[in-house]
């Protein structure tokens, strides 16, 4: 809020002190580097990417999105990626919820989150080939439920759905837990004490007291754990059947553009994957909205 | 803390426990299975090898020519570091340090190549960059690799530059230092620890990023990743064992990053730090 007399103070000033007024002067420049890097590196090839998407090697600008919404070979991609992502999402997410309540009262989490770390920094390509000598049908995990008896012949876990599946919960369960963690332990232990005081049971304290003040949280996990699992596409390629039901839309966008050689089908299909994934994120944050908005710490006001 | 002793709750602590239990046993299985393989002889039905030998180790090394991947990661990596921490710092300096108009659009800016698919943007900046012959070579890797961590560098450095207090460089100022100086002898050491823990989890994150490099490399500026990625792919060409070997000397490139870089952060900090810049 500027006030008139302010106002005409700083009409007054050379050019350099009103920009320093409202913020920007040598130190705001210091901005710059960085922010150009993004542009010609981030934004400016997207937008490209929208530019050649609409330029296609044949046809009206639009050639490129009817070819792809045409062929069911090619849109029949997006239901498998949502197929593998939102499941393995919802699985990851109630898995994490119920983990993080119990870790968030440890007094030594540090060696359980650093063990849970690994998967999400060694990346998908090791837990790809790791996974292919655990579930194959020699590997351990067959092994264990024969000797158990819990079943009779070796199940089929690689080159499927299922493999990519497991590949998507070994590495995206950790992130979705340590980000939920993040939230939990940032509500303050004394909004649940009183509750109990007042006499609230254990599931009663969940519903009514920490479920309402993580769903911001919760909502944001869901975004961030459904991008990784919408952008899978090693352990798609490498643990499940690329040409078939994990044809994921990251590999038909791979293929148009490395493999035909057709950089504009390539683009046209990675702007489906980005508003595909838009859509699902911003369903996810309108339902957000419906809940309860405010401070999670137990300060008055 | 509250203490329920019901059996319903004495129940569902157990299966709670029962679930972390049972994703680390996998989990484990399927980094140890890695490990084991890489040492066998021959592994063919059994619960464990028939016998363990390390020369799987020279033949991936030989084979893949892993000198020439590895030189080449590192230096890709690294270059990505330094570049990164020169951009991602001073951006992070003027974020913290002043309040402008559109403020909250340079932070969407940076916060955006961190939310969206690699591949999305990765695809056309290939193209952009095949355009302008910069495709599989050096450079080229670098650039692409740049934008996941320059906003990374950023996102993590604006709460540790916004903790030191302003009054300590308008002190320096009042005792005549330069902006040099300044940076050098005042802010560059107070800074150190969340530096250093920005700089290694970009190592880190660099070394394990597929998507990008994948789509930009050649033959001669893959790094370990990546080779790791065509090995398996084209499985059957080389030993089993021999990949895995490989796999090895990845994690273990990998893992001596994170295990420095976990004395600065906590692991909560990798995922949820970068993530959610806007509570800060």
Redesign the interface.
């Known amino acids: 809020m500027t006030s008139l007399s302010h106002a005409g103070v700083v009409g007054r000033l050379s050019l350099r002190r009103r920009l320093a007024v409202?913020?920007?002067?040598g130190?705001?420049?210091?901005?710059l580097?960085?922010?150009i890097?993004?542009?010609a590196?981030?934004?400016y090839?997207?937008l490209?990417?929208l530019y050649?998407s609409l330029v296609p090697k044949e046809g009206a600008w639009y050639a490129n999105y009817q070819k792809f919404f045409s062929d069911p070979f090619e849109y029949n991609t997006i239901w498998a990626t949502l197929w593998l992502a939102v499941p393995v999402t919802i699985v990851n997410l109630l898995?994490a919820i119920?983990?993080a309540?119990?870790v968030r009262?440890m007094r030594r989490q540090?060696l359980?989150?650093?063990?849970?770390?690994?998967?999400?920094?060694?990346?998908?390509?090791?837990?790809?080939?790791?996974?292919?000598?655990?579930l194959g049908p020699?590997?351990?995990?067959n092994?264990v439920l024969l000797t158990a008896h819990m079943i009779h012949a070796p199940l089929r876990l690689t080159n499927n759905y299922w493999g990519v599946f497991a590949s998507l919960v070994?590495t995206g369960?950790p992130?979705s837990f340590?980000?939920t963690?993040?939230y939990v332990?940032g509500i303050d232990?004394a909004i649940?004490?009183s509750a109990?005081t007042l006499g609230a049971k254990?599931w009663q304290r969940f519903v009514r007291i920490f479920l309402p003040l993580l769903v911001p949280g919760l909502a944001?996990t869901f975004?961030?754990s459904f991008?990784q699992a919408?952008?899978v596409?090693?352990s798609a390629?490498?643990l499940g059947a690329p040409a078939g039901p994990t044809r994921v839309i990251?590999i038909a966008?791979?293929h148009a553009?490395?493999e035909q050689y057709d950089?504009s089908m390539?683009?046209a299909?990675?702007?489906i994957?980005?508003a595909v994934?838009l859509v699902v994120v911003a369903v996810v944050l309108g339902l957000r909205q419906l809940f309860y908005r405010g401070s999670a710490s137990g300060t008055k006001g | 803390?509250?203490r329920?002793r019901s059996i319903g709750?004495r129940l569902?602590?157990f299966a709670?426990?029962a679930?972390?239990g049972l994703?680390?046993l996998?989990?484990?299985?399927?980094?140890a299975?890695?490990i084991v393989?890489s040492f066998a002889t021959r592994w063919?039905?059994t619960?464990l090898p028939a016998g363990f030998t390390a020369n799987w180790y020279a033949d991936a090394w030989k084979g893949f020519q892993l000198q020439d991947v590895v030189l080449v990661t590192f230096e890709i990596a690294f270059t990505v570091v330094v570049i990164s921490a020169?951009?991602?710092v001073?951006?992070a300096?003027?974020?913290a340090?002043?309040?402008?108009?559109g403020?909250r659009m340079?932070i969407l800016?940076?916060l955006?190549?961190l939310?969206?698919?690699?591949?999305?943007?990765?695809?056309?900046?290939?193209?952009?960059l095949y355009q302008l012959g910069l495709g599989s070579t050096f450079w080229g890797v670098v650039?692409?690799n740049?934008?996941p961590s320059?906003?990374f560098v950023?996102l993590v450095m604006i709460p540790f530059i916004e903790q030191i207090d302003p009054r300590i460089e308008a002190a320096a100022r009042v005792f005549g230092a330069s902006t040099t100086s300044l940076f050098a002898r005042i802010l560059f050491p107070l800074l150190i620890p969340g530096l250093l823990a920005a700089l290694l989890l970009v190592l880190?994150?660099t070394l394990?990023?597929?998507?990008l490099t994948?789509?930009v490399a050649g033959p001669s500026t893959q790094t370990l990743?990546v080779a790791?990625?065509y090995s398996?792919?084209a499985?059957g060409v080389r030993a089993?064992q021999s990949?895995?070997a490989m796999?090895v000397i990845?994690?273990i490139t990998?893992?001596v990053w994170?295990v420095l870089a976990?004395q600065f952060v906590?692991?909560?900090?990798?995922?949820?730090r970068a993530?959610?810049p806007s509570q800060h």
């Open positions: 409202a913020g920007i002067d130190t705001t420049l210091l901005l580097p960085g922010l890097v993004i542009f590196l981030f934004v090839p997207f490209f990417g050649d898995l119920p983990v309540f119990r009262l540090r359980l989150t650093t063990i849970l770390v690994l998967p999400v920094t060694l990346g998908t390509v090791l837990v790809a080939e790791g996974l292919l000598n655990f020699q590997g351990w995990f092994r070994i369960f992130f340590l980000l963690l993040s332990t232990p649940e004490q109990a254990a944001v975004c961030l991008v919408f952008s596409f090693p390629v490498l990251s966008a791979y553009a490395f950089h390539g683009a299909i990675a702007m994957m980005a994934q | 803390m509250i329920d709750s569902w602590r709670v426990w679930i972390v994703f680390l996998n989990l484990l299985g399927v980094i299975s890695v393989n063919l039905g619960w020169l951009l991602g001073t951006t300096y003027a974020l340090r002043r309040d402008f108009p403020k340079v800016v940076f955006l190549p939310l969206v698919p690699p591949l999305t943007y990765g695809i056309p900046l290939a193209t952009l650039l692409v740049l934008v320059v906003p950023v880190v994150r394990a990023m597929f998507e994948f789509l990743v790791l990625y398996v792919f499985s089993g990949i895995d796999a990845y994690m990998t893992l994170l976990l906590s692991p909560t900090q990798i995922v949820a993530k959610q």
